[in-house]
């Protein structure tokens, strides 16, 4: 049974409205396509609209569709929480990616998906790197699935209903088996799913027993590679725990 909230702001919740419609959406969109996807009529929306533009919130391309800035994102990051995390994190990931000689990055979840927060590239000519703001469903990426598998039991099975796309049991027995596994490994190891030739590897970084991010490699092989993978994960992983232990204010054992 819902109730009816005590208090309405419908401008507000308009403007809200639009920014979850385009942060949902796959490529910008037209003021008629809003106004479709909101139920709601080109009057209701363009006052809305200018508003939200003229704080940069969302940003008008020259075919006059909108998108969304990275702006709500970079609020965000100064958050007390991140900003000690990138603060704490961001030494010790320049310190890996120059010993692997790899690109590194750092993940969140945010809902449904992970979010990259931060980044840093590989110090030579070989490396891949994943921009700051990239998103992907939890499930389907190395990242996401680090941080679903450090979940509590209970939480990981809530974010996995959240994610909707994975209806079919046997699916979901399989994905609950994976993070398993990666629980009890500590780290994945797997086949990019999206670049061909890259190893994502990637280990969590927990906090006051709470998965904080993910510290992931796209790890790139070939004659340039300075370590090899099984050298370059357990360097990985031992950065991953130096970054647990300076959130807890505690040593490495």
Not at 12 to 19: D, F, N, Q, Y
Not at 28 to 55: G, H, K, W, Y
């Amino acid at each position: 049974m819902t109730t009816d909230p005590k208090y309405r702001a419908p401008a507000l919740e308009k403007g809200l409205s639009i920014l979850e419609a385009l942060a949902n959406a796959r490529s910008p969109m037209s003021m008629s396509e809003i106004s479709t996807a909101l139920s709601r009529s080109r009057n209701e929306i363009f006052r809305m609209l200018q508003v939200l533009e003229d704080m940069h919130y969302i940003s008008r391309d020259p075919t006059g569709c909108y998108s969304l800035t990275n702006r709500l994102f970079a609020l965000s990051m100064r958050q007390p929480p991140i900003r000690d995390l990138l603060s704490l994190a961001f030494p010790l990931m320049t310190g890996l990616s120059e010993e692997a000689g790899q690109s590194c990055h750092l993940a969140v979840s945010s809902g449904t998906e992970m979010v990259v927060i931060a980044r840093v590239e590989a110090p030579g000519l070989l490396g891949f790197t994943v921009r700051v703001g990239y998103r992907r469903p939890l499930h389907q990426s190395a990242s996401g699935l680090t941080l679903l598998a450090f979940e509590p039991t209970r939480r990981q099975a809530q974010m996995i209903d959240e994610i909707g796309t994975i209806n079919d049991a046997e699916a979901r027995k399989a994905l609950i088996a994976e993070l398993r596994d990666i629980r009890e490994a500590g780290f994945i190891v797997r086949e990019s799913g999206v670049i061909n030739g890259i190893v994502d590897m990637s280990a969590p970084i927990i906090a006051a027993r709470e998965t904080r991010a993910a510290l992931t490699i796209p790890y790139a092989s070939g004659e340039g590679a300075k370590l090899d993978r099984e050298t370059t994960r357990d360097l990985l992983i031992r950065t991953a725990r130096a970054i647990s232990h300076a959130l807890e204010g505690t040593a490495i054992e």
